[in-house]
């Protein structure tokens, strides 16, 4: 089976190929605008008759379009999350290739704040430029005449995890601080669902080889909403910081009006047989043992 991976290089993208590449039968083909990729593209510039001839000529099975960002301008978010997306799924479409693709989203096309856990059919009234670009890409996918399907990722942390995500910025912060400075975050008090990335290639290998079609949009998350602070504390405890934390400094601006949320993940487990393995203790002790090599030994947290 051959899988093309879309944004191999990217946070998710790298977990997902390595996962992919453990499974017996696959071979891996990686998309991207590293010179190392199997094939050269970038979705924001590319057209459907070269990406289109690019796929008949590579004819993979399964397409997992990785490929995303979190910042860098409207015109950037809506390059890479909006136009993205429809040209790759016109691109198949021409192509006349029978692969399946699966498409990650984000938690961010919900924008809501019900106090209730958002299941697929949910109502979606993103707050900003991301959560819209994001939306706008899932629905094509969604509404595509393809064999497709949107995995609708929540807050993903693990081994690796960004800077540009909560998790990411928090342990660089307290690398940065030593054991006794302070830490400059935003507020900490709002509720979030955090998956571990192990977990989200887990669904992504599951939903590419998942035999019959699947539902258009699923939920890929913990299942439960945890306050952010603790996230915070948590790292704190691994890593042996005894500063403070100022919750002053400057927050995302991608969910910072959104102070709970959580995902129901029945439909996952349904249509995938999936459910998160890794607990957040787990997930940010690797984070750390990421960043500094420093195996740490997990402890339950509570929300």
Not at 267 to 294: C, M, V
Request: proline residues 7%; neutral net charge; charged residues 20%.
């Amino acid at each position: 089976m051959r899988i093309l991976v879309l944004g191999s290089t990217g946070f998710l993208g790298r977990h997902i190929t390595e996962h992919l590449r453990a499974v017996p039968g696959v071979r891996v083909l990686r998309a991207g605008r590293s010179p190392g990729a199997d094939l050269r593209i970038d979705l924001t510039t590319a057209t459907v008759p070269a990406l289109a001839a690019d796929l008949h000529a590579l004819a993979p099975d399964a397409v997992v379009n990785c490929a995303g960002a979190v910042g860098g301008g409207p015109l950037r978010l809506a390059e890479t999350n909006a136009r993205g997306p429809a040209v790759l799924c016109e691109a198949l479409t021409t192509a006349g290739t029978p692969a399946r693709l699966v498409h990650l989203g984000s938690a961010g096309e919900y924008g809501t704040n019900t106090g209730q856990p958002l299941g697929e059919d949910s109502a979606t009234c993103p707050q900003g430029a991301y959560g819209a670009t994001k939306l706008a890409g899932s629905l094509t996918v969604a509404e595509a005449a393809l064999d497709a399907v949107v995995l609708r990722v929540f807050n993903p942390l693990g081994p690796g995890s960004p800077g540009t995500s909560l998790p990411g910025r928090l342990a660089d912060e307290l690398l940065r601080a030593g054991r006794e400075g302070t830490v400059r975050v935003g507020d900490l008090s709002a509720y979030r669902d955090f998956v571990d990335a192990r977990d989200v290639a887990r669904a992504a290998a599951l939903a590419v080889t998942a035999p019959g079609p699947l539902p258009r949009i699923l939920n890929i998350a913990g299942g439960s909403a945890t306050r952010v602070r603790k996230v915070a504390e948590e790292l704190a405890r691994i890593s042996g910081f005894n500063g403070r934390i100022d919750e002053n400094g400057t927050g995302s601006r991608r969910s910072s009006a959104i102070s709970w949320q959580q995902a129901d993940v029945t439909a996952a487990a349904t249509a995938l047989g999936w459910h998160p393995e890794h607990t957040l203790a787990t997930s940010l002790a690797d984070l750390w043992t990421s960043r500094t090599g420093t195996p740490r030994t997990p402890t339950p947290l509570t929300a």
